[in-house]
């Protein structure tokens, strides 16, 4: 009885716990030109993923989701840093002579997030079998440094992201005193 209860609660939750934003649902980068040789970039993945598809891609990813997310934590946090470094190696980045730059910095989700995460979605695809999954954009970022001003870049993404919408720009920045009306900000 016990058990049924549980699964039945675990089952409610991973309902309910699909429900998110309705925000863009494919993986996007966002690229922020900071000055002439400063770039930021931000990733919105799915994350579960992402994984799935740089660490066991032959396997199904109900199989590879059971064999990871119930990992002891130090081992998954293992798992998590090894792909994360191979998916940060597969990205290409070059400046507009063709000299080759790296994101360094890099700054992923905490493990022990990322491992609930694909037990929920573990869940969600058990529950919803053949249902769309909404999936929540997992933050990933990271910065450019450049020896030289950057007026363009080039980019390839690790395969594991799968397609990636990108969205690029230098924003313009103004001060504004306190209590004083700003100029026109334009867009």
């Known amino acids: 009885m016990r058990t049924m209860l549980g699964t039945a609660a675990l089952l409610a939750f991973a309902a309910c716990s699909s429900i998110a934003a309705h925000e863009l649902q494919e993986n996007r ?37 059971l064999a990871h997310a119930d990992l002891p934590p130090a ?11 191979r998916m940060q190696a597969e990205m290409q980045v070059t400046a507009a002579k063709g000299q080759a730059l790296a994101f360094e910095r890099w700054d992923w989700p905490d493990a022990a997030r990322v491992q609930a995460a694909l037990l929920e979605r573990l ?15 997992w933050e990933v970022r990271a910065e450019l440094h450049s020896p030289v001003p950057v ?8 395969p594991a ?15 504004v005193d306190a209590s004083a009306m700003s100029s026109a900000i334009t867009f």
Request: glycine share 4%.
């Open 161 to 175: 992201f799968g397609r990636v919408m990108v969205v690029s720009y230098r924003p313009r920045q103004v001060w």
């Open 151 to 158: 007026t363009a870049l080039r980019v390839k993404f690790t």
């Open 75 to 85: 081992a998954f946090k293992a798992v998590l840093v090894r792909a994360a470094s």
């Open 29 to 65: 980068v966002t690229l922020v030109q900071r000055d002439a040789s400063f770039v930021s970039i931000t990733l919105h993945i799915d994350l579960p993923a992402a994984l799935h598809r740089a660490i066991a891609p032959q396997r199904s990813f109900e199989e590879f989701a």
């Open 123 to 137: 869940m969600e695809t058990v529950v919803a079998r053949g249902g769309h999954s909404h999936m929540v954009p």
